[in-house]
């Protein structure tokens, strides 16, 4: 059990813990608003959630919120589902996220990087002009409060242009990465019937042009209520009939204007990728996505404006949206657009070289595919500046920790994060003053009440239980879209505990208030009556060479026992004999339990995961109980469907 961690890998110097945002937050909270002094955070995170609307208002003041309206209360209703935020307020994101360039006018504002991974400096000033241009352009072809505007684009400066200038005119912003075939993108923008298109040619991806002009005429023809298409030449081909010219919208000199909006007023759709039907389409608000991510980028991760913050995304994961609002804290945001392992594993690394990236946010895979390739980031790369490395899309395994800490610097920050698409944000993760232990994030965010529930709805301490919210958040969605009576939303999250967000994770609170996730909770294994993660078991057989991933699934059979195989897909020249068998099993049971040990290892040719990389294992448990491939899952958000065929055989022949 991780809490039984005896000392941190690490632990924030006195300096450092001083010079925090959150930090100074505290004290300047507790002389203005009645915060705990002392107690660190432990203490302020309790008076957040014991005081949420005192503690949100102060988020507010300190990050100097422009309200053109007053706000009559913070929380008008705190029911969840429901709550009501800020009623009465009006405010712009776009005009919170362009005020830097009142001061810091030449720096830059973004760095664009491709796969050649020399960056591209946009300043501040010209983020805004193009903002300014690009707005009034979209008025003019009638983009009206609440209207939604669509892209079809990559992780490139244009991308973050649109949104902006799509928030500045109170439209609604949504997009897909150009990766996403016709079929899935459809099934997510003819849900939301958008008027503008943005769209690419294509995209370059691993050395390679990818020509997706077949894909944007697919889109043009099945999305009806388009008024406009607009056409960003990547690889430099002509603009189609018909769509307008991204640079003749962007080239004026206009001042932004700034649509004054109510707090709760829709800012983007997100979509969860979904295992049966069409995929969710959450909606979030203008003001709360504001007041979340500057509380979650200033003052847990700690950014400012001499920072420098690369996350690798696409524009069709919520990480993509969470690190264009780092622009809120006048930060400069790194956009990448390209291929994570291009032209070799250690490419990220080298862009957070070349960018001088203070905080540089990736995937726990990538850290794992780093550590089996032998990667050495500061034997190779000048990584000085990197003050922080957060992992996010699965648990990062108590190895990936090692690795970072051995490999980059000792003296690093690790921040493992969770949270989710649904509320764009994290549910715990980074703090900047709290050690770091092995295999565990640090602790719940401010003003998030998270804890661990049995199912009678009884919290657990250092035991595995359900990931709850009690409280609710400001970016926990406003809706989701076409879900008239928000049926929909409550059975996603408030069926099981009444009036209580749960999130479908397995996670331990332990006695240090440290958090530890296990897996998702609708997949989670259940032998003899005991809960186990299957991150656990990910991180133990992975370790091995031959091993290039897995997955686990626990099925409950009819006669009341109980079968839980291991998949495994196998490295280039291993082979599933005897003895690799064998290992696998006795790795489990060393370092796991007995329990853990599956009751078949099946070798497969490959593990399927949804197009933001997470491995899909409910549908699979569903195609292994005998569910067709159509109503296991979103065919739609699947990275590979063919892959999903070898399960669904599988279930055939075993009857």
């Not at 000085?384 to 490395?389: D, E, H």
Request: charge should be negative; aromatic fraction near 10%.
């Amino acid at each position: 059990m991780s809490t039984a961690n005896a000392s941190p890998l690490w632990e924030p110097e006195p300096e450092r813990i001083a010079q925090a945002q959150i930090t100074k937050f505290q004290a300047w909270a507790s002389k203005n608003h009645g915060a705990p002094s002392g107690g660190g955070y432990t203490a302020l995170h309790r008076w957040s959630v014991d005081e949420l609307d005192t503690f949100w208002k102060a988020v507010t003041e300190w990050f100097d919120v422009r309200f053109s309206t007053p706000y009559a209360r913070v929380l008008g209703n705190r029911s969840m589902p429901g709550a009501e935020w800020f009623p009465g307020a009006t405010l712009n994101y776009a005009e919170h996220a362009l005020r830097t360039a009142e001061t810091r006018m030449d720096e830059p504002a973004l760095l664009y990087v491709d796969e050649g991974h020399e960056p591209t400096p946009v300043s501040w000033t010209e983020l805004r002009r193009q903002v300014g241009s690009l707005a009034a352009e979209l008025r003019a072809l009638g983009v009206r409060p609440g209207d939604r505007v669509s892209g079809y684009l990559p992780n490139i400066p244009q991308a973050v242009v649109a949104l902006l200038a799509t928030a500045a005119v109170g439209g609604v912003w949504t997009s897909c990465a150009p990766d996403f075939g016709a079929r899935s993108v459809l099934d997510r923008f003819q849900q939301v019937e958008p008027v503008v298109l943005f769209t690419v040619d294509g995209y370059r991806y691993g050395g390679k042009e990818h020509d997706r002009r077949d894909v944007v005429a697919e889109l043009r023809r099945e999305l009806p209520t388009l008024r406009a298409v607009v056409h960003i030449p990547l690889l430099g081909t002509e603009a189609p009939e018909g769509a307008l010219d991204w640079y003749a919208l962007t080239s004026a000199d206009v001042e932004p204007d700034f649509e004054q909006v109510p707090f709760d007023h829709p800012l983007w759709v997100l979509y969860s990728s979904g295992t049966t039907g069409l995929p969710k389409a959450i909606v979030q608000s203008q003001g709360g996505i504001l007041v979340e991510h500057l509380k979650q980028l200033g003052l847990h991760c700690d950014l400012g404006s001499e920072d420098r913050f690369f996350w690798y995304t696409s524009t069709g994961w919520m990480m993509w949206n969470f690190l264009v609002s780092g622009l809120l804290t006048g930060t400069t945001i790194v956009l990448y657009d390209g291929s994570p392992g291009y032209p070799d594993t250690g490419a990220q690394w080298r862009i957070a070289e070349r960018t001088g990236a203070t905080l540089f946010g990736t995937s726990a895979a990538y850290v794992m595919a780093c550590r089996k390739a032998g990667v050495h980031p500061s034997r190779d790369f000048d990584l000085t500046r990197v003050r922080c490395v957060a992992t996010t899309g699965s648990p990062l395994p108590p190895d990936g920790f090692r690795w970072l800490h051995d490999e980059v610097r000792e003296d690093l920050w690790i921040a493992s994060v969770s949270g989710g698409t649904d509320v764009c944000s994290c549910f715990a993760g980074a703090v900047p003053t709290l050690p770091v232990f092995i295999g565990e994030l640090q602790a719940p965010g401010l003003g998030t009440d998270l804890q661990s529930w049995d199912p009678s709805g009884k919290p657990l301490t250092d035991e595995v239980g359900e990931l709850v919210v009690t409280n609710p958040m400001p970016s926990m969605p406003i809706r989701f879209w076409n879900d008239p009576d928000g049926s929909r939303y409550h059975d996603s999250y408030f069926d099981m505990y009444p009036g209580v967000w749960r999130h479908g994770d397995w996670i331990t609170v332990t006695s240090r208030g440290s958090v530890v996730i296990h897996g998702r909770s609708d997949s989670t294994l259940n032998r003899q009556g005991v809960r186990m993660g299957s991150a656990d078991i990910y991180e133990a057989v992975e370790r091995l060479p031959e091993i290039k991933e897995s997955l686990v699934i626990g099925i409950e059979q009819p006669d009341g026992g109980y079968w839980m195989p291991l998949f495994v897909h196998l490295a280039p020249g291993a082979e599933l004999d005897e003895a690799l068998l064998n290992r696998i099993k006795q790795t489990i049971r060393e370092e796991l339990s007995p329990r853990h040990v599956p009751d078949e290892v099946i070798e497969v040719p490959g593990v399927p995961h949804t197009l933001t990389g997470k491995r899909i294992e409910v549908p699979v448990k569903r195609l292994l109980q005998g569910a067709p491939l159509e109503k296991a899952v979103n065919l739609g958000s699947v990275d590979n469907v063919e892959l999903l065929r070898f399960y669904e055989d599988l279930a055939r022949e075993r009857g």
